[in-house]
């Protein structure tokens, strides 16, 4: 449901906005958007380290649950599952079996919206802004 009202709150705000990019834009109005949700109740972590020197890009704790979400500029179907693999990962690494994905897609004929895809025994939560 979060996902769902960032990508609702992200068209808002950014809309048809043709600058440069960054995916550390993305985070940064990612967590814009989240912190009033989870303030007092929870936190966030950025680019929390693994043991194996792998870097996560927000973990999100909240009413005793652990969120794993990786954030991803779109770049094609192989890129992105790339991204898949990578969230896989860290889920594994995690002992979660759900995870999510924000893809931020500016491409003119993008698809918008969230959908939920299954690689192996995770499940992955994709919402395409």
Known sequence: MTLKKFAE???DIYGANDDQFLEANGRKIFLMFLRP???????????????????????VD???????????IWHGAEYNERGEKQ???YL?????????????NFNRNKQTGVSEIR???KVIVEAVV
Do not use: C, M, P, W
């Open 87 to 89: 969230l896989t990962d």
């Open 62 to 72: 909240y009413l005793g649950e652990q969120f794993v979400i990786e954030l991803k």
């Open 9 to 11: 709150y992200f068209v």
């Open 119 to 121: 690689i192996g025994d």
């Open 37 to 59: 949700i989870i303030n007092g109740t929870g936190n966030y972590y950025i680019e929390a380290q693994t043991r194996d020197a792998r870097r996560t890009d927000v973990i």
């Open 92 to 104: 594994e690494y995690y002992h979660k079996e759900r995870g999510y994905l924000l893809s931020f």
